[in-house]
C-alpha cells in the first residue's frame, strides 16, 4: 500500500497558478494516482486521475514524472473558490487502496 | 439526475445504542464505500462492497457491519455505539472495480455519541 505525503497547507493569491506535490516513493506498477477536491462540510469530489506523464482536463493538469515517486496537482490561475482540501491517492483500486492521507488545505487570499 | 444520498444528514445518539446510517444511490454502480472523516483528518475506510452480497472490510471496521441486498443501497450499523465513533460519515460509489476510478460522495451524516 503505497503511503502518501503531501504538505499540510499552501497559501496562494487569486490568479496565481498552485502546483501540489505528493510523494510516493512506493508506487506499485499498477497502482494510478489520483486527486481529489474537499469542502467544509461536503464529500470529496474527484479531480484527476493519471498513470504516467501529463494529464489534464478542464479542472487541473496532473504531472508524473518517468519514475512515478511523485506527483504535481497543477490548478492554474486559482480564484477564491479553489480554496479547499486536496487529497492525493495512490493505489490500484482493488483491497484496501482507498487511503486519503491528510491532505493539503489550500487557502487562496484576494 | 442520478444522485447518492445519506441519511440521516445529522444524528445524535447515547453510547450503547445500535444506530443505522443510510446511503442510496441511483447510478447504479456496482462499488459502494463507507468512510469515516474525523476533525482535521483524511478520510478513513469502514467497508466496502463490489456487489450486492459482497461486503469487506476496510481498514476501521471494528464496530460497524453492512449489508448489501441490492445495487442501491449500502446501510451501515453501529452496532453498540461508542464515543469514539464520533465522527462525520461519507458514502460513496463508483462503476468500476480497478484503478481509483472516480468515486462520488454523498453529503455525509454528521454522527454524535453522547
Known amino acids: 500500500l503505497a503511503k502518501t505525503t503531501q504538505p499540510i497547507s499552501m497559501d496562494s493569491y487569486e490568479g496565481q497558478e498552485v502546483n501540489i506535490t505528493c510523494s510516493h516513493n512506493n508506487i506499485a506498477t499498477n497502482d494510478y494516482i489520483t486527486w481529489y477536491q474537499q469542502f467544509p462540510s461536503q464529500g470529496p469530489r474527484f479531480i484527476i486521475q493519471g498513470y504516467k506523464t501529463k494529464v489534464t482536463n478542464e479542472v487541473a493538469s496532473l504531472f508524473i514524472p518517468a519514475d512515478r515517486k511523485s506527483s504535481t496537482l497543477s490548478l492554474p490561475r486559482v480564484s477564491l473558490s479553489d480554496t479547499a482540501v486536496y487529497y492525493c491517492?495512490?493505489?490500484?483500486?482493488?483491497?484496501?487502496?482507498?487511503?486519503f492521507g491528510p491532505g493539503t488545505r489550500l487557502s487562496v487570499l484576494p | 439526475d442520478a444522485e447518492i444520498t445519506q441519511s440521516p444528514r445529522h444524528k445524535i445518539t447515547e453510547t450503547g445504542r445500535q444506530v443505522t446510517l443510510a446511503c442510496h444511490q441511483t447510478?447504479?454502480?456496482?462499488?459502494m464505500f463507507w468512510y469515516r472523516q474525523d476533525l482535521g483528518h483524511g478520510l478513513r475506510l469502514i467497508h466496502y462492497?463490489?456487489?450486492?452480497?459482497?461486503?469487506n472490510k476496510g481498514e476501521v471496521s471494528d464496530g460497524y457491519s453492512v449489508s448489501r441486498s441490492n445495487t442501491e443501497d449500502l446501510p451501515l450499523t453501529l452496532e453498540s455505539a461508542a464515543s469514539s465513533q464520533t465522527s462525520v460519515y461519507f458514502c460513496?460509489?463508483?462503476?468500476?472495480?480497478?484503478?481509483?476510478?472516480?468515486?462520488?460522495f454523498g453529503p455525509g451524516t454528521r454522527l454524535t455519541v453522547l
Open positions: 460513496a460509489s463508483s462503476n468500476l472495480a480497478g484503478s481509483l476510478n472516480e468515486q462520488f
Open positions: 447510478w447504479n454502480h456496482n462499488n
Open positions: 491517492l495512490v493505489g490500484d483500486g482493488y483491497g484496501q487502496n482507498f487511503v
Open positions: 462492497s463490489y456487489g450486492v452480497q459482497d461486503t
